[in-house]
């Protein structure tokens, strides 16, 4: 089975401040997405990684992706109040089964 | 677009009820899938449906649980008897195409959050 696993699971940071949530999975796959989801809300998604070595950014947010290793980065410059949520990775396996992690819920705080 | 719609938004249930929640995906997407989504963790699939037939539905328990997809387009799960262990968020996506080589993200309802009491 699958397992997917994010750290931290939680994280407080002050305004302006940099930081990288970590997101490994235990199977191969090429295929990667983040989502974001605010409280009682849905989930929204920001990143589609395809292959490795694949690099998104949008804003203060960068994702990479690394087959090899397995493991996926979302990193945080400068952070602001507004990106005060929960991020999730979800691996893609076989093309069409989606695997979440089990969420970073992050704190901005001013 | 109009997005992903799912009915109702809420719903309060005792033990041993039933319970159904809608789900109208996308357009033309093909595949649809329904999560449940526990407070504090993340999504897990129950079912995924590729037009009106059934993909994966390893994680759905078959004792309780159960879900179609009419004609392709709207999907019902259903709950038949519901445990205190379902309060949970179910969540109905959809994407273009879940075939293989096919990399579409998945398109997220706003959820029905069930609380069974």
């Known amino acids: 089975e699958l397992k997917v696993e994010q750290n931290p699971l939680f994280l407080s940071m002050q305004e302006g401040k940099n930081y990288t949530i970590y997101c490994n999975y235990s199977t191969t796959s090429d295929r990667l997405y983040w989502y974001r989801q605010d409280p009682g809300k849905s989930l929204e998604s920001l990143f589609v990684?395809?292959?490795?070595?694949a690099v998104k950014q949008e804003g203060r947010l960068m994702a990479s992706l690394d087959t090899k290793a397995r493991l996926s980065t979302l990193h945080i410059t400068a952070a602001v109040h507004d990106l005060s949520a929960t991020y999730f990775c979800?691996?893609?396996?076989?093309?069409?089964?989606?695997?979440f992690g089990t969420g970073t819920s992050l704190t901005v705080i001013p | 677009e109009a997005g992903v719609a799912q009915s109702p938004r809420y719903k309060i249930i005792e033990k041993r009820q039933s319970v159904a929640f809608w789900c109208n995906p996308i357009s033309g997407h093909a595949t649809l899938y329904w999560y449940q989504q526990i407070l504090g963790q993340g999504p897990k699939l129950l079912i995924q449906f590729q037009n009106n037939g059934v993909v994966d539905d390893s994680q759905l328990p078959k004792d309780r649980f159960s879900a179609e997809r009419l004609k392709g387009v709207d999907s019902t799960l259903k709950i038949q008897p519901a445990k205190l262990e379902d309060s949970a968020v179910y969540l109905c996506?959809?994407?273009?195409?879940?075939?293989?080589?096919?990399?579409?993200?998945?398109?997220f309802g706003n959820g029905t959050r069930l609380t069974v009491t």
């Open positions: 990684l395809l292959s490795n070595g």
């Open positions: 979800a691996v893609d396996l076989r093309g069409y089964q989606f695997y």
């Open positions: 996506a959809s994407s273009l195409d879940g075939r293989q080589g096919m990399r579409a993200p998945l398109h």
